[in-house]
């Protein structure tokens, strides 16, 4: 027998209004936690939590709080899985927020930082896995990012694999397609816009560098394997 964690704690610095939100989280699982709520009273309960809370969760057709519960993974038992300390604003208008735990849901802490936290976006944080009996495998880590429009997550077991595989052949981190400019120098593809540079170019992973058709240009276009990032 062995118990395993989730492992996080990070501060994040939000807007005064963004941390009012935040201390509302609370509010909100604990009105979800009350099975005696009739749907006219969840709806009152939902609307006195204010403006702000609930642009930031929108009600989904029947329910009110359909919006809070789906950054939850069980949305039958919307619980927090981390704690969330909110300080006061520190004179400036900002207030840092500490969030840890150690079986945090990742994910949940990642949509509710997304959807009341956007002055602090892109925003990542770290997290360990952690077992309490030395067992093989059983350790780890990784991380998040946090953008407006999406979440980023990767794994230190999937990076140490692709920096072993890295020994053994080019490609591993992926391709880009470049051509040559007389005027402009190396110009790399990007899916939506064509050819420019190479801060906006399309990585592309080796099968799909395979079976992609190059665009004609006056220069043949190349694939050029990415270099390993940098440690």
Request: proline content about 5%; charged content about 25%; glycine content about 10%.
């Amino acid at each position: 027998m062995a118990n395993h964690f989730v492992k996080a704690s990070f501060v994040l610095t939000v807007t005064e209004a963004e941390a009012e939100v935040l201390r509302q989280i609370e509010d909100a699982t604990g009105i979800l936690d009350d099975s005696g709520f009739e749907q006219d009273e969840l709806a009152a309960a939902y609307a006195a939590l204010g403006e702000s809370f609930t642009s930031c969760f929108p009600s989904i057709e029947a329910d009110p709080f359909g919006g809070f519960r789906a950054i939850f993974s069980d949305l039958d038992y919307p619980r927090l899985s981390f704690s969330l300390q909110v300080d006061p604003s520190d004179g400036s208008g900002r207030c840092k927020v500490w969030f840890y735990g150690d079986q945090v849901d990742v994910e949940t802490a990642a949509l509710l930082i997304q959807a009341t936290a956007k002055s602090a976006l892109p925003f990542g944080f770290e997290y360990a896995l952690d077992c309490d009996r030395l067992r093989p495998g059983e350790f780890g880590g990784g991380y998040v990012v946090i953008r407006e429009d999406g979440l980023e997550f990767a794994g230190s077991s999937r990076l140490l694999d692709r920096a072993i595989a890295r020994g053994h052949h080019e490609g591993v981190d992926g391709y880009v397609l470049v051509t040559r400019d007389a005027e402009a120098g190396l110009l790399f593809w990007n899916s939506h816009s064509g050819f420019g540079s190479l801060a906006g170019a399309t990585v592309f992973s080796e099968a799909e560098a395979a079976n992609f058709d190059p665009p004609i240009a006056d220069d043949q276009p190349e694939w050029l394997a990415l270099p390993a990032p940098l440690n």
